[in-house]
C-alpha cells in the first residue's frame, strides 16, 4: 500500500567566515592544540561575525538549500528550525527565515533539543509532512554557542562553534516498502533526570539573563555512546536494516571519540562515516546538516543511499533516523 514519505530534495550549509584554531585558544586559556585534538579530535571552529545572528545564519543555509533542491522559496509551507541560540526569546528566529525569503503563507517556528535538535526538527517536520498538512519543509539547524560559552572555562569555549545547514523535505507518495525514498524511520528519547549535566546557567523565566553554558563533560561521554547506539537499534528493529546496510553514518559531531566509539559498537565501517567535528566543532543542532551538505558536495552521498542520522545532547535528549536520499 502507497505511503506518504518525507523525500529529501536538497540540503545546504552556512559557515561563518572566522576560523578559530586550536592554538588561539591556547593563548587565552590553559589548554593545548595537543590535548584538544586528543580528546575531541577539534582542530578548528567558526565564530559569527559582531552582528551576525542565528537567522541570518539559517536563512544562507536555507537558501543554499534551495539551490541545491532547485526550487522556489515560495514552494516552502512550513520551517522548522532547530536551535537553543535564538535571537531573541521571542518570536521565533524562524520567522525571520520565513520573512527573509519572502514568504507569507503556511508555517514557521523554532524547536528546542539541544545538539539533538535536528533530528527532533527532522521527526516533527516529517510528521507534519505526512499528515497532509504541508507539502514542502525546510529543516534547520542553526546556532551561535559563541555567544552562551564561558570564554574562560577551558573545559567548555574549546568544544562549541557556530553554523547552520538546511534541509528541503517534500511529501511524496511512496510504495511503502523500506526501499522507499524519504525518512523510513525516527526515533526519539529523553530523560530529564540528566538536565544538569547539560545547561545554560540563565533564561528569561529564572534569571531574566541569557546565561552560559556548563557542562559536566565526562558525566555526558559516560552516557553518550550507549544512548547513542540504543536508539540507533531502534531504529534498525524498526526497519529491519542492519549496520551493513548503511551507506553512510551522519552522527552528531560532539567529539570524535564518542563518534568512533558509536560506530565500533554498531559495527559500522569506519569509512562509513561523515566528520566534520575537526573544522567545525560541536554546532548544536546545527552538526548533522551541516556534515549532510558536506558530503552531498562532494558527492559521496548519492540519490538511493541509505542514511543513518544520530544525535545526543543536553537534556539529556536523544534520537536517531534513517532516511533513503
Ligand atoms: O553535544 C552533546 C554533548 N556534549 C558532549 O558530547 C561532550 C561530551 N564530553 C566530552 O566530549 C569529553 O568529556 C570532554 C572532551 C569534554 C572532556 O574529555 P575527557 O576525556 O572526559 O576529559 P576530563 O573531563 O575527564 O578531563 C581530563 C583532564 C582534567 O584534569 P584532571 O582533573 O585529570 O587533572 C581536566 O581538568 O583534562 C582537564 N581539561 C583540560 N585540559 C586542557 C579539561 N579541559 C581541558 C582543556 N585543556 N581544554
Redesign the pocket.
Same mark, same amino acid.
Given at each position: 500500500m502507497t505511503m506518504q514519505r518525507s523525500v529529501v530534495l536538497g540540503c545546504g550549509s552556512y559557515l561563518p567566515s572566522r576560523v578559530l584554531t586550536n592554538q588561539e585558544l591556547a593563548r587565552a *586559556?590553559? !589548554?593545548?592544540d595537543e590535548? @584538544?585534538v586528543q +580528546? !575531541?579530535g577539534i582542530h578548528e571552529r567558526r565564530v559569527a561575525a559582531a552582528g551576525e545572528l542565528t537567522s541570518d545564519m539559517a536563512l544562507h543555509a536555507a537558501r543554499a538549500a534551495l539551490a541545491n533542491a532547485k526550487i522556489d522559496a515560495q514552494s516552502i509551507d512550513l520551517i522548522v528550525l532547530a536551535t537553543s541560540t535564538p535571537d531573541q526569546t521571542f518570536p521565533a528566529s524562524a520567522v525571520s527565515v520565513q520573512a527573509g525569503l519572502g514568504i507569507t503563507h503556511g508555517a514557521a517556528f523554532d524547536l528546542q533539543a539541544v545538539?539533538s535538535g535536528f533530528v527532533f526538527g527532522l521527526a516533527t517536520t516529517d510528521g507534519l509532512l505526512r499528515t497532509g498538512a504541508f507539502k514542502r519543509a525546510l529543516v534547520i539547524g542553526s546556532e551561535t554557542f559563541s555567544r552562551i560559552l564561558d570564554w574562560s572555562d #577551558? !573545559?567548555t569555549c *574549546? &568544544?562549541f562553534g557556530d553554523g547552520a545547514g538546511a534541509v528541503v523535505l517534500e511529501a511524496q507518495e511512496q510504495p511503502g516498502t523500506r526501499e522507499d525514498r524519504g525518512v523510513l524511520t525516527v526515533h526519539l528519547r529523553s530523560d530529564g533526570r540528566h538536565k544538569n549535566k &547539560?545547561y545554560v546557567d540563565g533564561g528569561p523565566s529564572s534569571t531574566q539573563t541569557v546565561g552560559h553554558l556548563r557542562?559536566e =563533560? #565526562?558525566e *555526558?561521554?559516560k552516557h553518550?555512546v550507549s544512548m547513542i547506539t540504543d536508539v540507533v537499534v531502534d531504529a534498525f528493529k524498526a526497519t529491519g536494516y542492519t549496520a551493513n546496510d548503511i551507506d553512510w553514518f551522519v552522527p552528531?559531531q560532539? $567529539?570524535k +571519540? @564518542?563518534i568512533d566509539a558509536s560506530a565500533h559498537k554498531l559495527g559500522i565501517a569506519p569509512e562509513k562515516i561523515v566528520t566534520t567535528v575537526d573544522r567545525h566543532g $560541536?554546532t548544536?543542532a546545527a552538526s548533522i546538516p551541516l556534515a549532510l551538505s558536506d558530503a552531498v558536495a562532494d558527492r559521496r552521498i548519492k540519490r538511493g543511499n541509505l542514511v543513518l542520522l544520530e544525535a545526543? =545532547? =543536553?537534556g539529556f535528549t536523544w534520537g536517531a533516523a534513517l532516511v533513503r536520499w
Open positions: *586559556v590553559e !589548554t593545548s590535548w @584538544i +580528546r !575531541t545538539c #577551558r !573545559t *574549546v &568544544l &547539560l557542562m =563533560g #565526562r *555526558v561521554f553518550a552528531h560532539a $567529539n +571519540r @564518542i $560541536n548544536s545526543m =545532547g =543536553g
